[in-house]
Nanobody, 130 residues
Framework: QVQLVESGGGLVQAGGSLRLSCVAS????????MGWFRQAPGKEREFVAA????????YYADSVKGRFTISRDNAKNTVYLQMNSLKAEDTAVYYC???????????????????????WGRGTQVTVSS
């Protein structure tokens, strides 16, 4: 069982930056693929970024590529999402997700699917004012 707690959300002006953190409980964090998803009011939860258990390969949605950076510190059981050049359309609740890394690794299609993740945090609100 893994518990995830997000932090770092808030209100920021367009063009600004925020860094989200997600701390995971448990001793097996280093064996989990980690993802960030977001959900805006009236919309489905969508993929933002993901990183493999080793941290060797990050994945991004096209909408955030070049602006957001995902990273992880396995010694601290923490995954981060650095968000720069924020836009009003980035406003959403951001969720951290975790799932044990399968043998052979995941494809982009797999790691970007919310249905692949068994564990979720409660989310942190990000609001970008224009």
């Amino acid at each position: 069982q893994v518990q995830l707690v997000e932090s770092g959300g808030g209100l920021v002006q367009a063009g600004g930056s925020l860094r989200l953190s997600c701390v995971a409980s448990g001793r097996t964090f280093s064996s989990y693929d980690m993802g960030w998803f977001r959900q805006a009011p009236g919309k489905e939860r969508e993929f933002v970024a993901a990183i493999r258990w080793s941290g060797s390969r990050p994945y991004y949605a096209d909408s955030v590529k070049g602006r957001f950076t995902i990273s992880r510190d396995n010694a601290k059981n923490t995954v981060y999402l650095q968000m720069n050049s924020l836009k009003a359309e980035d406003t959403a609740v951001y969720y951290c997700a975790a799932d044990p890394a399968p043998a052979g690794g995941r494809s982009y299609y797999s790691i970007s699917s919310r249905y692949e993740y068994d564990y979720w945090g409660r989310g942190t609100q990000v609001t970008v004012s224009s």
